[in-house]
């Protein structure tokens, strides 16, 4: 068995610029850490291009196509602060815009990866499949599909400008999250729609808000201004759906 021990070794330094979004994008894949997210990888049927596993790893690999590196290469491989012993590179699936089955989100402006994980992780949970992202963190950055919990795999992500998106949305009910709408909790929500969540500090663009046909809130106590967007996401989506 051959142990890359070098970081300045090419397998190392390509699958190393995963961790940047450039990276990501000149290869069209992404990295996973740790046995349980790439079981899970492996269970929702994405495409695994190889593996790479620390000098002594003992778990399971699926017979994929494997690297054993050093202790340092697999730490500057890793984004982690405590690597699991093995990193997935995996295939980012291309989806083109289509208008949603069922209902479904519009990320509009989200930029902290570590929200666009949150949010997709109780997405997949609560059933919203189809997830429409503008100008937001890169959901496959290792920061967010930490966060994602295994959501990044099992739900569909849809990119584009804002326009192209709205148009692709074009009959479909849309319900714009800010403080100041309607009562979540007293809101009857149509049978299908989509849910818009705006920018942590900005809120919803003005195109994205402007064609909102619906406006909701959670009610806050007074000393409270806002709640973090991961976690109102996650109120809002299952709320939205508890009489439908």
Known sequence: ????????NPIVKELTSLKDKKGRRATGTFLVEGPKLFFDCVQSGLEVVRLAVREGYEGE???????T??????????DEK????????VKIPQYGLEPPQK???LLDG?????????????????????IYLADCADPYSPKSVRASMSGVFHTKLMHGTREKILFCLENIPKIAADMDGENIFTFHAPSKF??????????????????????????????MESLNAAVSAGILMYLLKKGV
Request: proline share 5%; aromatic share 4%.
């Open 1 to 8: 068995m051959t142990v890359i021990k070098s970081k300045q």
């Open 61 to 67: 690999t699926y017979d994929f196509p494997c690297v």
């Open 69 to 78: 590196l050093g202790e340092d290469a697999f730490r500057a491989v890793c």
């Open 82 to 89: 405590t690597p699991q012993g093995i990193v997935v590179e």
């Open 103 to 105: 209902s479904c989100l």
């Open 110 to 130: 989200v930029a902290d990866p570590a929200n666009v994980g949150a949010i997709l992780r109780t997405a997949a949970a609560a059933g919203y499949e189809e």
């Open 194 to 223: 989509c849910l818009c969540i705006g920018n942590e500090g900005n809120g919803l663009s003005d195109i994205v808000r402007s064609r909102a046909d619906h406006t909701v809130g959670i009610p806050m106590d007074g000393r």
